[in-house]
């Protein structure tokens, strides 16, 4: 699999000769007179709109015709807002690897902010901001006032008790202590429930840190996520 990015900016002359490869299956390697076969499967990207580079004389029509075949459309993080708080745990720890430093932790109307924010620049935007706000912070969290600075007039304001509500999951461990006493189950049956509340009660008692969640129980993160997804809980 060959795996072309940004092919809106491949110039004129490279289009052709990107065409030709895709339809005879061949290339001539540099430095060589032989002809070699290819068996490849060609996947590109671009974040302009190729059917208006092909208008505008551009993109040549017979090659956007020959990758064009199935085309998937990738969300911008805006309309995924739900998946901001594993993209700033994954971004966090890749931060926290390349600086040698802990990885940082978002308060929870830190993490609200984000998620309330239209991100046109996308995930590379949202990951210069964290290592942006990594070099001002004193301390290992990071709050919403690190990151206003940060967001510039762009900024879009939130209500961090609404946005808590969607990325936060709800204090259920009360409720879990005074259920009633459950009727005699299979002993697989009994262990899967309470191993739900486990992941519960973990989830409320961190505020829905999952890092921290994880630590607490023991497990490793990828554990958690594995557990939660198993019992329903990932979206939550």
């Not at 390697?29 to 060609?42: D, E, F, H, I, M």
């Not at 940082?104 to 590379?124: K, T």
Request: aromatic residues 2%; contains cysteine; hydrophobic residues 45%.
């Amino acid at each position: 699999t060959l795996f072309l990015d940004e092919i809106g900016d491949l110039p004129l002359p490279l289009q052709a000769k990107l065409l030709r490869v895709l339809q005879e299956q061949e290339v001539e390697p540099l430095g060589s007179n032989q002809v070699k076969a290819l068996n490849v499967r060609v996947i590109a990207a671009t974040h302009i709109d190729l059917e208006a580079k092909v208008a505008a004389g551009q993109f040549r029509d017979d090659l956007y015709y020959r990758l064009n075949v199935l085309a998937l459309r990738v969300p911008p993080l805006r309309e995924r807002a739900s998946d901001i708080p594993a993209v700033v745990e994954h971004l966090l720890d890749d931060i926290a690897n390349r600086s040698g430093q802990p990885p940082m932790e978002l308060s929870p109307e830190a993490l609200a902010l984000l998620c309330a924010q239209p991100w046109r620049g996308n995930v590379r935007e949202l990951g210069n901001l964290l290592e942006r706000a990594q070099l001002s912070a004193d301390g290992p969290q990071l709050q919403a006032a690190h990151l206003m600075p940060l967001l510039g007039d762009q900024a879009r304001p939130v209500d961090a008790s609404s946005h808590l509500a969607a990325v936060s999951p709800p204090a259920q461990a009360a409720a879990a202590a005074s259920l009633e006493e459950l009727p005699l189950q299979p002993l697989a049956q009994t262990l899967a429930q309470a191993e739900r509340r486990a992941l519960q009660s973990a989830l409320a008692a961190c505020k829905g840190n999952r890092r921290r969640a994880a630590m607490e129980l023991g497990i490793s993160r990828a554990s958690l996520y594995s557990k939660l997804q198993q019992h329903g809980l990932s979206q939550r």
